[in-house]
């Protein structure tokens, strides 16, 4: 004769346990890794330079005008001095306005970046290519005399910090961070965390 439970005289089967070790996936937040947060660091340096020149600029304005206008008579000599002003004037805000424009608009990509939208770096290569435009006009334009050299050495610089974020957030473990959008973990027994998805 053999034992029986006494819970369970009749010797019905057991019931199925109502946990499962195979949990619900769960929306986490989780540290980028660290190609992600060198781009970032990269583009945080190239705001600064990019905000330090636009100030630079600023502040040499009155320095750089006289400079613009022999640039302007140089290319025609038979204007009034009126038209030379005014020529410096639209010369200086058109660079001053872009420089102030990419710098915003990088930030604002940053944070769409941050957020992994797609075709976010497509923006940001398109944002390098005005700053590399503005780079090799500037000479011609604004970075005239000593001091002028030095805003063409800080925006210089601006770009090739663009280009080491724009590097680092190419690299395959960035990239998968991008296209994977949400990070996703399988709850796990009792609401505990299991691996990640």
Known sequence: MTDRDP????????RPSTTSS???????????????RLAQFFWILSFAAGAFAAVYLFVL?????????????SVTADRSDETYETAADII???????????????????????????????????????LLILVALSPEWVALGARG???????????????????????????SWSARRVDVRRAGPKGTAGPEL
Not at 22 to 36: C, M, R, Y
Not at 93 to 119: D, E, H, K, M, N
Not at 150 to 156: A, H, K, L, R
Request: proline share 7%; net charge neutral; glycine share 4%.
């Open 92 to 130: 200086f805000w058109i660079v001053f306005g872009t420089l102030v424009a990419i710098v915003l608009t990088q930030i604002t990509l940053l944070v769409s970046f941050s957020a992994r939208r797609p075709q976010v770096r497509w923006w940001q290569l398109a944002t390098l290519g005005v």
């Open 7 to 14: 819970d369970n005289a009749r010797g019905a089967p057991e």
């Open 149 to 175: 050299e030095q805003f063409q050495t800080v925006i210089t610089a601006q770009a090739g910090l663009v280009v080491l974020a724009l590097l680092c957030s190419i690299l395959p473990r960035a990239m």
């Open 22 to 36: 195979n949990g619900a996936p769960v929306l986490v937040k989780l540290t980028p890794p660290f190609e992600v």
């Open 61 to 73: 304005r009155q320095e750089l005008l006289p400079l613009i206008e022999e640039v302007a008579r």
